[in-house]
């Protein structure tokens, strides 16, 4: 098995059910938000980039697009998932886990942008407080009361 670059897929791979068949989730509401996500990239309001193998499985994905908080451009990480049966697991490969090397990947994208696109911060919004903890462990923080977290780069 050799993991593949994470792929950009268009509108016509974009089905919410054969898109979320690709995966295991932990609940219901996990499945929800992936069809939802996959909805808002049909629409090209997020892209999804996909992280496979050279075998055809999925290993998770992030959903990014565009935004700006008081007049500051920044990369949303709007869904960062990793099906359920590969949480936690280190995957040499990749340097890591998979969540991980999807956030690795979000900075690189944004730094990439920031050539072109002046970025200040990639954002996101904790679902929880248990995720909340994860990406502040990864350098993200809230710099104001809303919900949004961000990195500076």
């Known amino acids: 098995m050799a993991f593949a670059p994470p792929q950009i897929l268009s509108k016509p791979a974009l089905t919410p059910a054969s898109f979320s068949a690709r995966f295991r989730y932990s609940d219901a509401d996990e499945r929800n938000y992936v069809v939802q996500t996959v909805k808002l990239a049909a629409k090209d309001r997020t892209r999804i980039h996909l992280l496979g193998d050279d075998a055809g499985n999925s290993y998770g994905f992030v959903a990014l697009s ?88």
């Open 66 to 153: 565009l935004s700006s908080f008081e007049n500051k451009p920044s990369l949303v990480i709007d869904y960062l998932f990793t099906s359920q049966q590969y949480r936690g697991i280190p995957f040499p490969d990749i340097g890591g886990k998979i969540a991980d090397f999807l956030i690795g990947y979000s900075i690189q994208t944004a730094s990439m942008l920031k050539v072109t696109v002046p970025l200040r911060f990639i954002a996101l919004q904790a679902a929880n407080a248990e995720l909340e903890e994860f990406y502040t462990r990864r350098g993200f923080h809230k710099i104001d009361s809303t919900h949004w977290m961000f990195l500076r780069f």
